[in-house]
């Protein structure tokens, strides 16, 4: 059980730390210019999306999809709580400075690049056949073609 929360733990500080990184690099390196700002962030969403496909993908494997969802559902939740309300912090911004509509489209576009992401790299997974359900059926059709039919007599 710790292993799996200690999973969860790195893969939302390193969604939380890709997220700090495109805010510092927003704030030092193009400070009042808004198309570079918007692809910085675009820049950011795509890594988002490349970390959980790949996490997906890898942790798919070993896991049912009830759990894979779980752990995944967990790290992202953590990793946008400390997103929207501790990164602006960091970079001396108020969360809510841009108002509600600027606070919830973050929100929205944080949800639609992980959920992009997750979906992806699990859609790649099963359409290999790697994925955890694929691989017990696997294994269930080898067992049942290994073994030697019974005869029945009357």
Same mark, same amino acid.
């Given at each position: #059980?710790? &292993?799996?929360?200690?999973? !969860?733990?790195?893969?939302?500080?390193?969604?939380?730390?890709?997220?700090?990184?495109?805010?510092?690099?927003? &704030?030092?390196?193009?400070?009042?210019?808004?198309? @570079?700002?918007?692809? +910085?962030? /675009?820049? #950011?969403? /795509?890594?988002?999306?490349?970390?959980?496909? +790949? +996490?997906?993908?890898?942790?798919?494997?070993?896991? %049912?999809?009830?759990r894979l969802a779980a752990d995944m559902g967990a790290a992202v939740a953590? *990793?946008?709580?400390?997103? +929207?309300?501790?990164? %602006?912090?960091?970079?001396?911004?108020? %969360?809510?400075?841009?108002? @509600?509509?600027?606070?919830? *489209? $973050?929100?929205?576009?944080?949800?639609?690049?992980?959920?992009?992401?997750?979906?992806?790299?699990?859609? !790649? /997974?099963?359409?290999?056949? /790697?994925?955890?359900?694929? $691989? $017990?059926?696997?294994?269930?059709?080898q067992l049942k073609a290994a073994k030697p039919r019974r005869v029945v007599?009357?």
């Amino acid at each position: #059980m710790r &292993e799996r929360w200690r999973a !969860i733990g790195v893969l939302a500080g390193a969604l939380f730390a890709v997220n700090v990184a495109a805010r510092l690099v927003i &704030e030092f390196g193009f400070d009042g210019d808004d198309t @570079a700002a918007d692809r +910085v962030s /675009l820049v #950011m969403f /795509l890594a988002i999306g490349v970390i959980l496909a +790949v +996490v997906a993908f890898r942790w798919g494997r070993g896991r %049912p999809l009830g759990r894979l969802a779980a752990d995944m559902g967990a790290a992202v939740a953590v *990793a946008l709580l400390l997103t +929207v309300f501790v990164a %602006p912090l960091l970079v001396g911004n108020n %969360p809510f400075a841009g108002g @509600a509509g600027l606070f919830f *489209a $973050q929100i929205w576009l944080y949800l639609a690049a992980t959920a992009a992401g997750v979906l992806v790299g699990y859609l !790649i /997974l099963t359409a290999l056949g /790697l994925d955890h359900r694929s $691989q $017990q059926l696997k294994r269930y059709a080898q067992l049942k073609a290994a073994k030697p039919r019974r005869v029945v007599r009357r």
